[in-house]
């Protein structure tokens, strides 16, 4: 078995060097190129060939994949920042950006203070927190749970504190974190609803015996596939869970840059035809767009603002059921003339829910200052 394996392995370096010597020289050369055993496994032969493939070659996703399967023979379980798990990828998530991160911390407790409606701050830990079980033990990962847990610390008695990560720990032999895109599933939005709901004064939470599920025909591969599309990784499917209890009647309508479109179901899944179409969690809500309202015809008057980003449609179509109405904002993307649609004191609760990658190195800044009386007053001048 080990002789196959070498053969394989010795096959694979010489198609490898053949590849990129073929390339370099049709486009007049080859200056620099390094072709040695070390250069392969350290990625360097499978970067020039990659380079080489895109600027040269029609045929780059096979020779990308070649060098894909180069990588992972040589031992490397992170390639380009993706980390690749027994069933599935994962993002490897980075320390904080410190200046991003605190401006987007003290932008969420000058908001809280601003409004009078009470304030609920969530940080959802990402899967290679979660499903370290998955990756070799000698992976060094960024401590997400002592992180998020300072984070709560220094906001402590402005916000309530949402803490998922134990919640998230029980299900990790679940199929609660998609396999080739970096949000949670329907399953794992189930468990943040749990916490969540507890949080937010909600009883009784549902359960899932109460919601009929829908197995789409959508398998799917997400980004980080198409980045590094490993053998052994199985599709995705997304699964729509439908409250079945009682009926709904919803009416979901998107803000996106001065346009409105509106659909009357939490998963139109004719969207799934339109061209653009993704995938993965797009069947929920019709994806996320800069502002959606959603409205239900509960006979709760309860309603939520929620500052968020992609990890809201997992547990959305759970949440919605306790409220009447709901305002999603895309944290990153909303513009002022979306903001336009949602007026926080037509809300009784607000919630910023993001992933900890999100809030970490991404800026919510802007579109949470929109909502300070002093970012008002600095436009109408």
Do not use: W
């Not at 040695?36 to 040269?56: H, P």
């Not at 949602?342 to 900890?356: A, F, M, P, R």
């Amino acid at each position: 078995m080990a002789k196959r394996i070498s053969a394989i392995f010795f096959l694979t370096v010489i198609f490898s060097a053949f590849a990129v010597l073929c390339v370099r020289f049709s486009a007049g050369g080859a200056d620099g190129l390094t072709l040695t055993l070390r250069a392969l496994v350290d990625g360097e032969v499978s970067a020039q060939l990659e380079e080489a493939a895109c600027e040269n070659m029609p045929g780059h996703s096979m020779l990308h994949k070649l060098a894909v399967d180069a990588r992972l023979f040589g031992g490397s379980a992170e390639i380009d920042g993706i980390l690749v798990g027994d069933t599935m990828l994962m993002k490897n998530v980075q320390p904080p950006d410190d200046e991003i991160a605190t401006k987007n911390k003290q932008s969420i407790i000058d908001l809280a203070s601003f409004q009078e409606h009470p304030t609920y701050v969530m940080l959802l830990p990402t899967a290679c927190a979660i499903k370290q079980q998955e990756l070799p033990e000698y992976i060094n990962l960024f401590n997400q749970r002592s992180y998020i847990d300072s984070v709560y610390t220094e906001m402590s008695g402005s916000v309530s504190v949402v803490d998922t990560y134990l919640k998230l720990l029980s299900g990790m032999e679940e199929y609660i974190y998609y396999r080739t895109t970096d949000n949670l599933t329907a399953k794992g939005g189930y468990l943040v609803y749990e916490q969540l709901g507890m949080r937010l004064g909600i009883s009784p939470l549902r359960t899932l015996d109460q919601f009929d599920i829908d197995y789409s025909d959508d398998y799917f591969y997400g980004e980080l596939y198409e980045q590094l599309p490993v053998d052994r990784i199985q599709p995705d499917r997304v699964l729509l869970y439908r409250f079945s209890k009682y009926r709904r009647e919803y009416q979901v309508t998107h803000y996106d840059h001065g346009e409105a479109r509106t659909y009357y179901t939490l998963f139109p899944e004719f969207t799934a035809q339109l061209s653009g179409y993704k995938g993965g969690n797009e069947l929920i809500l019709g994806g996320l767009s800069p502002v959606i309202t959603l409205k239900s015809s509960t006979s709760s008057d309860n309603s939520l603002v929620i500052f968020a980003d992609e990890t809201v449609l997992s547990y959305i179509p759970f949440l919605l059921v306790h409220y009447s109405d709901i305002a999603i904002i895309d944290v990153e993307h909303a513009t002022p003339e979306d903001l336009a649609a949602v007026k926080l004191e037509d809300y009784n609760q607000v919630l910023i829910g993001v992933s900890v990658d999100t809030f970490m190195h991404e800026d919510m800044h802007t579109v949470l200052s929109s909502y300070l009386p002093q970012a008002g007053e600095a436009a109408g001048n």
